[in-house]
């Protein structure tokens, strides 16, 4: 299969005007101007007027929370959104995660998001959820330390035969200790010996809160209190998460760090020395109202960094009145705005390569390369204005997707 587009955005090269990508299976053959590449049989599908790009990949969401979009207000505290979310989640029944799990993938495959990094909180709709959807799903095991409940070593074991019991058919899986302050040391080694183990990645929210910095700097706070009057042993405090996390060795390029907000300048150090991904989700960010993300600066120590959705219970719908949606165009709109400077082909980078890189496919997802997964969403141009600026003002529905060389939402013509 021959498609063609007025221009095709690589991602890893420059833009191509009048470009074609030949398709064999579920993989890209050839990329390059329509006149340039080689004839064959192949059936050809113009599409016209449009930019031909590689499909987004979410750094970061939970599925199965989506249809509790709009249902918390911004809270006045982060510890109160924790008690919140508890308190909800408790009256959510099996189905009410399923369902919510759906809507969420459909959300992002309809809005051109192909790829999910998903924290997965009732490991029991797997394997199911995952054959509901047409996109690749990179499931990572929620962790816990909840008093009362198995051991961490249990935990993690149970967590390790689900997904060796159930192959993820269409992406990858991982373990994803929730947090530092929601995890106990012994929690977060026992995820960390076995995602070694098994070649997975671990994904962690880390330092997203003035809360949890308080508490693990300075053994004090809302976090501090409320969680040592829960009993939880605060013996790991008294230094950043992040280097908390570099002692226990939880620090790598197999490692994607969530949020960082709060980072000094030997957190931001440490996760550049050990090449640790980042993810940056912008609508919680300002739904939360957290200190500026220090962009700049782990940008300046050269770390990979990606933008995430998070899950619509930390989201604010952009117009009053209206539930959000999980859309990634919406993030890179709002990312956009917060970060005016950033040039549009980075912040391009950080929904498609970028995250790839952090979930260990850079080399067949997010670009549009020889070998990679034909993984594709178009997006309207009749203009020659820059692409780059064309995929910032985008608002996500319309698009063409092909997943593994296969049409999701077809295109019109062609
Ligand atoms: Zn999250």
């Known amino acids: 299969m021959l498609l063609r587009a007025r221009v095709i955005l690589p991602i890893t090269a420059p833009p191509i005007e009048d470009g074609a990508v030949r398709i064999e299976g579920e993989r890209i053959v050839e990329v390059g ?19 031909l790009m590689p499909g987004l990949i979410n750094a970061h969401c939970h599925l199965d ?33 399923a369902n919510s799990w759906i809507a969420g993938a459909n959300q992002l495959l309809e809005s051109g998001c192909t790829t999910v990094a998903d924290i997965e909180c009732v490991p029991e709709l797997i394997p199911e959820v995952w054959r509901s959807t047409p996109m690749r ?14 051991t961490p070593r249990a935990q993690v074991a149970e967590a390790v035969a689900n997904f060796t019991n159930n192959p993820n058919p269409n992406g990858g899986v991982g373990l994803s200790p929730h947090a530092p302050y929601s995890t106990s040391s012994e929690l977060r080694d026992e995820a960390t010996r076995a995602a070694n183990e098994n070649s997975w990645c671990l994904c962690m929210h880390i330092a997203e809160s003035e809360a949890e910095d308080q508490m693990f700097r300075n053994s004090s706070g809302e976090m501090f209190d409320w969680l040592a009057r829960n009993n939880r042993s605060m013996a790991d ?7 908390l996390l570099h002692k226990s060795g939880m620090l790598s390029d197999h490692t994607i760090a969530v949020h960082c907000n709060e980072l000094d300048s030997e957190d931001i150090e440490l996760i550049a020395r050990t090449k640790t991904h980042v993810v940056h989700c912008p609508q919680s960010h300002a739904y939360f109202g957290h200190n500026p993300f220090p962009l700049k600066e ?21 117009t009053s009145g209206l539930k959000p949606r ?33 979930l260990g496919h850079g080399d067949e997802l997010g670009q549009v390369v020889t070998n990679a997964h034909a993984d594709f969403i178009t997006i309207p141009h009749s203009t020659n204005g820059d692409p780059y600026e064309a995929l910032l003002e985008h608002e996500g529905l319309g698009s063409s997707v092909m997943i593994n060389g296969r049409w999701i939402y077809a295109p019109l013509i062609g």
């Open 65 to 97: 929370y989506t249809n509790m979009g709009g249902v918390i207000s911004p809270p006045s505290s982060f510890v109160d959104w924790i008690q919140t979310i508890i308190a909800l989640k408790a009256d959510w029944t099996y189905s009410d995660y």
């Open 298 to 318: 782990l940008q300046n120590a050269g770390v990979n960094i990606s933008l995430g959705t998070d899950s619509l219970a930390s989201t604010k719908a952009p």
């Open 33 to 51: 101007r329509y006149k340039d590449l080689t004839n064959s049989d192949s059936h050809e599908h113009d599409l016209g007027e449009v930019i």
């Open 237 to 243: 405090c008294g230094q950043s998460p992040v280097k």
């Open 326 to 358: 999980l859309n990634l165009f919406d993030e890179v709109k709002q990312f956009a705005k917060a970060n005016p400077n950033t040039p549009p082909q980075q912040i391009s980078e950080m929904v498609t390569i970028n995250s790839a890189t952090a």
């Open 137 to 150: 799903v990179h499931t990572f095991h929620e962790l816990i330390s909840v008093r009362g409940r198995q």
